[in-house]
């Protein structure tokens, strides 16, 4: 927005030339209000696309965090999973043993 500083060359005598010079400054009163009003547009336009970009990252760090807890969650349950088979063949593993040991003492 530029304000011009120059001073007029003379001064308006007549009531026409004041009429003029009025509806000049009010042409001019009108552009700058014009100018100010999309300013704040711009202004507030930018603010809002701010925000919104604020809350849709706030969403995905929150999607983010419940993506991690599930895949640790399911991680937790694999783990408890294949630590029960575990558990069980080395149960299976000692039975065959023992029993392998019973018959393999009866036959000695």
């Known amino acids: 927005m530029r304000i011009d500083r120059i001073a007029p060359a003379k001064t308006p ?5 004041l009429i003029e010079e009025y509806k000049k400054s009010e042409k001019k009163i ?3 209000l014009t100018d100010m009003v999309d300013i704040h547009n711009d202004t507030v336009r930018e603010g809002q696309e701010r ?3 604020f809350y849709e990252m706030k969403d995905l760090k929150k999607k ?4 991690r807890e599930k895949t640790r969650e399911l991680a937790e349950e694999d783990w408890e999973e294949k630590k029960q088979r575990q558990e069980l063949l080395a149960q299976r593993r000692y039975e065959r043993e023992s ?4 018959m393999t003492e009866k036959a000695t």
């Open 99 to 102: 029993k392998w040991r019973r």
């Open 64 to 67: 983010a965090q419940k993506n």
């Open 13 to 17: 005598q007549t009531a026409k030339e």
């Open 30 to 32: 009108e552009k700058t």
């Open 51 to 53: 925000r919104k970009a």
